[in-house]
């Protein structure tokens, strides 16, 4: 009869993703994989694979969270360039106390993302997702007459998904609120109609 697992896999993946997210994959040790999560070797290696294959599974799931979390904000009913400049002040606020990690997405991507074909795809999948919500968004606000309709609602969710990743890593560089707020303001006056 096999052993019932005494822990949750998903509380151990949630401790795994913050280890990693922290630290980074080169950083993370297998045996600080093991004191972040309690588990044994043996346990870890059972319920998750390898170390590459936690860190999949952890970056698989702060990406799933981060685009969920990003399209109910997007499309939360009230005006689309407010949803916009929300999702900025959050990300803005969020950087300001998750104590320099950035995003892990953009982490990464920057760590990894050439050098290994699963995270590059992983991270390429995170950015389109992002990029389409934003799309939209821009869509929705061009209908509301809120964003200037000669804009390409694609390049233009393109630009912003790569604004709202550029102040995950300003943040890192720069935590100042008010070089954030710049970064904010001038990136959100391009939707305005003239």
């Given at each position: ?18 280890q990693?997210w ?48 990003l399209?109910?904000?997007?499309e939360?009913?009230s ?88 102040i ?22 391009v939707?305005?109609?003239?």
């Amino acid at each position: 009869m096999p052993r019932t697992k005494e822990f949750d896999p998903d509380a151990v993946l949630d401790r795994a993703m913050c280890q990693f997210w922290e630290e980074g994959y080169e950083r993370t040790s297998v045996q600080d994989l093991v004191e972040a999560t309690g588990l044994s070797r043996s346990s870890l290696y059972e319920t998750f694979g390898n170390k590459h294959e936690l860190y999949l599974a952890a970056l698989d799931r702060y990406r799933d969270r981060e685009t969920k979390q990003l399209v109910e904000r997007l499309e939360d009913g009230s005006s689309p360039l407010s949803c916009i400049r929300s999702v900025f002040e959050d990300a803005r606020s969020a950087c300001a106390g998750d104590d320099g990690r950035g995003c892990f997405v953009v982490n990464a991507t920057v760590e990894r993302a050439r050098c290994d074909e699963d995270i590059g795809r992983r991270t390429a999948a995170s950015l389109q997702g992002m990029e389409n919500a934003f799309a939209m968004a821009v869509r929705r606000g061009q209908t509301a007459d809120e964003v200037d309709a000669s804009l390409d609602p694609v390049a233009a969710g393109r630009f912003l998904a790569n604004a709202y990743r550029g102040i995950h890593v300003t943040s890192q560089l720069r935590p100042d609120r008010a070089v954030l707020d710049d970064v904010i303001d001038a990136t959100l006056s391009v939707l305005t109609p003239s």
